[in-house]
């Protein structure tokens, strides 16, 4: 899409019109993590997550990265000392087409966890927070 994520969600695994949360919802819950609130627990997935990684990582997933308030942190922290690809999936399309917008770094696509859309064993990492 010109908004920078891709959409592999294809319309026959869809279980309603627009999956996922509302903009009302989206927009609400990116207030929140912007006013700080989870910040501390941002930091501390990041913090465990990255002394596991292998010295040679090459790519990271976000199943249900929602607007990308973890994956982002994560690309950030990632990039200053790996060469690790960062990418978020999640069904809602709203949510996507926001965290593309914000975190050009990070690659994002409207996909379902149910039907991950990557190789198998093709992750050196699988980051999973509030995801079904």
Known sequence: AKEGYVNLLPVQHKRSKLPGNSVEMMQARRAFLDAGYYRPLQQRVVERLEPLLRADAMALLDIGCGEGYYTAELAARLEQRHNVAVYGLDIAK?????????YPAVSFCVASSHRLPFAERSMDAVLRIYAP
């Open 94 to 102: 709203v949510a996507i087409r926001y965290a593309a917008k914000r």
